[in-house]
C-alpha cells in the first residue's frame, strides 16, 4: 500500500464563524472516506500569527504559535489553503501566513538553515465567498501563489480547485451561525475535490524531492 500524504491546512481568516474554516473541517472529516491516502490536519496557530516582521527573526523573539505552524508545515507533503477574497485579493491573514510559512527560520544540528517550509510543497487550493463564490479569491491565490512559488518553488495545483458560492442557493451552503458545511451538493463538490487532489498528489509525487 502507497504511503499516505501528510496534507496540512489552514484558512485565511480569523472569525469563529468563517466558511472557510468550516470547508476545511469538512475537508478533514470526509477524507478517510473519499481520499484515504490523504492525512488531513488544520494549523489553527495561523490565527496567532503576528504581523511578519524580520525584526521577530533577527531578535530570535518568533512566538510560540508560529514555532509550531512552521514545524507541522516544513514535515508536511503537501498544504492546502482556504481563502477568502478580500479586495478582490487575497485577505492579509493569508498573505502574513504565506509570508512567515515561506521563510528559513531555523537551523538543523549542524547550525545549517533549514529550509522554508512550503519550499517545494504541492498547494491545494479552495475558496468560499460570495460574488463569485470564493472565484475571486483562488484565482488571486493562482496569481499571488505563483509569485510566492518562484522563490519558495512550490507546486501549485491548478486544477483540481475548489470555489463555493455562499449566497446563490437556498438553503446556503454554510451554517451562518457557525461556519459548518451544511449542503449537500456542496459537499459532494468538496468530496470530488478532495479525490482529485490525491489522484494529483500520486501523479505528482515530490516527497523524496522535498525531503533531501
Not at 32 to 40: E, M, R, S
Not at 44 to 51: I, S
Amino acid at each position: 500500500m502507497a504511503t499516505p500524504f501528510n496534507v496540512v491546512c489552514f484558512a485565511g481568516s480569523l472569525s469563529k464563524k468563517s466558511c472557510n474554516h468550516g470547508l476545511l473541517r469538512y475537508l478533514t472529516q470526509t477524507a478517510p472516506k473519499v481520499a484515504p491516502q490523504l492525512n488531513l490536519s488544520i494549523v489553527d496557530e495561523v490565527r496567532e500569527f503576528p504581523l511578519f516582521n524580520q525584526d521577530i527573526i533577527d531578535e530570535e523573539r518568533v512566538p510560540e504559535a508560529v514555532v509550531k505552524a512552521w514545524w507541522r508545515v516544513l514535515k508536511a507533503d503537501a498544504v492546502i489553503i482556504a481563502t477568502p477574497e478580500s479586495e478582490r485579493s487575497l485577505t492579509p491573514v493569508t498573505t502574513n501566513a504565506v509570508a512567515w510559512l515561506s521563510k528559513s527560520i531555523f537551523k538543523d544540528d549542524e547550525k545549517k538553515n533549514l529550509t522554508a517550509p512550503l519550499r517545494g510543497k504541492p498547494l491545494g487550493l479552495v475558496s468560499a465567498g460570495g460574488d463569485m463564490g470564493g472565484g475571486r479569491g483562488v484565482f488571486a491565490d493562482f496569481f499571488a501563489v505563483s509569485l510566492i512559488a518562484l522563490n519558495v518553488q512550490m507546486h501549485i495545483a491548478h486544477k483540481p480547485a475548489l470555489s463555493v458560492r455562499i449566497f446563490d442557493s437556498q438553503p446556503m451552503p454554510f451554517n451562518m451561525a457557525t461556519g459548518e458545511l451544511t449542503g449537500e451538493e456542496t459537499m459532494k463538490k468538496a468530496d470530488a475535490y478532495l479525490a482529485e487532489f490525491q489522484e494529483y498528489l500520486a501523479q505528482n509525487d515530490v516527497r523524496e524531492e522535498i525531503n533531501k
